[in-house]
């Protein structure tokens, strides 16, 4: 049964109930007007009759009785289906704390190896310089641009040991 037709039918149902009454308690009315005809000394007589119905008023209780039963029956339903979709939100969020746990182990892979990179970039930066140095006569340009080279190199190291120190 799709969620609409229980809904459907849990409305329905009291709707019924409630017409069912009225048209009793309708009916009731019309049957004393129609066996007890009208006078004076005939008032009695309709409080008699309207005594018999003592009864209904029991059944009328225990039918607001029954009710309150079937009332109380679809809250404990209601509640096992909270309950259930709270055991579903809490499997949920666990999944997702792991996968959360496992981007950031990702993240923090990825991030050592950007650091490997910038000291292999380091590394390459001193190379240049060393073969500057290899070539032989250096002019006092040549000097300058090796000493920005190396000065370059040893301020990504800085870097590099910054963001491993972050770890």
């Given at each position: 049964?799709?969620?609409?037709?229980?809904?459907?039918?849990?409305?329905?149902?009291?709707?019924?109930?409630?017409?069912?009454?009225?048209?009793?308690?309708?009916?009731?009315?019309?049957?004393?007007?129609?066996?007890?005809?009208?006078?004076?000394?005939?008032?009695?007589?309709?409080?008699?009759?309207?005594?018999?119905?003592?009864?209904?008023?029991?059944?009328?209780?225990?039918?607001?009785?029954?009710?309150?039963?079937?009332?109380?029956?679809?809250?404990?339903?209601?509640?096992?289906?909270?309950?259930?979709?709270?055991?579903?939100?809490?499997?949920?969020m666990a999944a997702s704390r792991e996968e959360l746990a496992a981007q950031v182990k990702a993240q923090k892979d990825a991030n050592r190896i950007s650091?490997?990179?910038?000291?292999?970039?380091?590394?390459?930066?001193?190379?240049?310089?060393?073969?500057?140095?290899?070539?032989?006569?250096?002019?006092?340009?040549?000097?300058?641009?090796?000493?920005?080279?190396?000065?370059?190199?040893?301020?990504?190291?800085?870097?590099?040991?910054?963001?491993?120190?972050?770890?």
């Open positions: 049964m799709t969620e609409n037709k229980k809904t459907e039918t849990t409305i329905l149902l009291p709707i019924c109930l409630a017409i069912g009454v009225i048209l009793i308690w309708a009916g009731t009315w019309w049957g004393v007007f129609q066996l007890i005809p009208p006078g004076e000394s005939d008032w009695a007589k309709r409080g008699q009759f309207g005594d018999l119905f003592g009864s209904v008023n029991a059944l009328f209780s225990g039918l607001a009785f029954v009710s309150l039963i079937y009332t109380i029956y679809l809250q404990r339903l209601e509640l096992a289906l909270q309950r259930e979709e709270l055991s579903l939100q809490r499997i949920e650091i490997g990179q910038i000291k292999i970039a380091a590394e390459q930066a001193r190379i240049e310089s060393a073969k500057l140095k290899m070539e032989g006569q250096l002019q006092p340009v040549k000097d300058k641009f090796i000493k920005d080279i190396e000065t370059i190199a040893e301020k990504i190291d800085e870097i590099a040991n910054a963001l491993e120190k972050q770890e």
